[in-house]
């Protein structure tokens, strides 16, 4: 009989060994596994959206912008290539959180609703959402209260469609595909205005571009810092922040920005 326990104890403790060694690679830390996942295969597949100055084509069909740049430089410190990959604004967190991409790297608003989603970088950027209208329309907006009625547009999920409704309750908000739609339909005369980022409004809009006919509103709108998205607990997120403090340290950023007209909203100190 004590035999026939013993056995059973045994086989139990087996058992035991046998899940507890099968668990262990589900407890391995997700940081170390992105970095391994990402390192292994050599490139950073970053998410953006197309728009000046950040990520955007120029006459030759090269992939040009701030972020661009940013991004190539970062990469060439951490011994990988980035590969660009456009996506819908709307579902960034899923391609994220599915691994379609590796980061969110296309002047993305620090949010705290987002830290739910990923993690961020230190900030590298400041950035404000900018009202636009068509120049021949702008004496009727001294302020957001004015737009009670009017259709205003911004980008689906972005920073700029939540100070639409923050800023702007009264108004007829209709979201779009992407910032540059926003410009388009207030150039076409289907939107009384676009919210967007004022890097993109500072780049494209007013005397000799193709939005020559629109105008920036000198309206105030809450400030904003723009880092880059990972997944939660990846510790890749660490050493893109240290790659970025150096670049910043020996004038590469401080280059760029001058380069993209952004050199106002750098972080200084």
């Known amino acids: 009989m004590m035999k026939k326990l013993i056995a059973l104890l045994t ?61 190539r430089a970062v990469c060439g ?5 980035p590969e660009f990959q456009v996506i819908e604004w709307d579902s960034k967190e899923i391609e994220l959180a599915g691994k379609t991409i590796d980061c969110i790297w296309n002047g993305l608003t620090v949010t705290e609703e987002r ?58 908000f209709v979201e779009v595909a992407a910032q540059s739609d926003a410009l388009l339909e207030v150039k076409a005369g ?25 105008k920036l509103l000198d309206i105030e709108m809450p400030g904003e810092r723009y880092a880059v998205g990972f997944r939660l607990g990846s510790d890749v997120t660490d050493k893109v922040s240290g790659a970025i403090a150096a670049l910043y340290a020996d004038g590469t950023v401080a280059a760029l920005a001058e380069k993209y007209g952004v050199t106002d909203l750098l972080i200084v100190g």
């Not at 410190?77 to 290539?81: F, Q, R, V, Y």
């Not at 739910?116 to 068509?134: E, H, K, P, S």
């Not at 004015?146 to 700029?160: D, L, M, P, Y």
């Not at 100070?163 to 009264?170: E, N, T």
């Open 11 to 71: 086989a139990f403790l087996a058992v035991l060994s046998l899940f507890a060694c099968t668990a262990k690679p589900a407890d391995t830390d997700a940081a170390d596994s992105d970095w391994t996942y990402i390192s292994g295969k050599g490139t950073l597949i970053v998410g953006i959206t197309e728009y000046a100055p950040m990520n955007y084509y120029d006459a030759n069909g090269e992939l040009i912008g701030f972020d661009t740049e940013l991004t």
């Open 77 to 81: 410190k951490l011994g990988i290539s």
């Open 115 to 172: 830290r739910a989603n990923m993690d961020f970088t230190d900030d590298y950027l400041l950035n404000r959402q900018a009202v636009v209208v068509r120049a021949d329309t702008a004496a009727a907006y001294p302020d957001t209260a004015a737009f009670a009625g009017c259709t205003v547009v911004a980008e689906a999920g972005s920073a700029g469609a939540d100070a639409v409704l923050a800023a702007m309750p009264d108004a007829n």
């Open 190 to 214: 289907t939107a009384d205005a676009a919210v967007v980022d004022v890097t993109m409004a500072l780049a494209m809009v007013g005397e000799g571009s193709d939005y020559a006919d629109l």
